[in-house]
């Protein structure tokens, strides 16, 4: 169940900042989360931590319910 969560939410946050036009490397440095873990986080190749997720939504200028 786990995995499947966050399966969606890396998927929806690459879909929102592509749609921003923000890369990765952008988002980086507004969120101060390194692009690597992003880069993970979108390709569900990490197990995130919440205030990792908090500091790319608060960047990314939407609600948590955006990326369910």
């Not at 995995?3 to 929806?12: A, L, Q, V």
């Not at 569900?44 to 997720?53: A, G, I, S, V």
């Amino acid at each position: 169940m786990y995995r499947e969560i966050r399966i969606k939410i890396g998927k929806n946050l690459k879909y929102i900042r592509e749609n921003k036009g923000i890369s990765i490397n952008k988002l980086s440095v507004l969120c101060k989360v390194s692009a690597s873990t992003i880069s993970k986080i979108e390709n569900t190749t990490y197990n995130f931590r919440l205030y990792q997720l908090e500091k790319i939504i608060t960047a990314l200028e939407i609600n948590i319910k955006d990326i369910f």
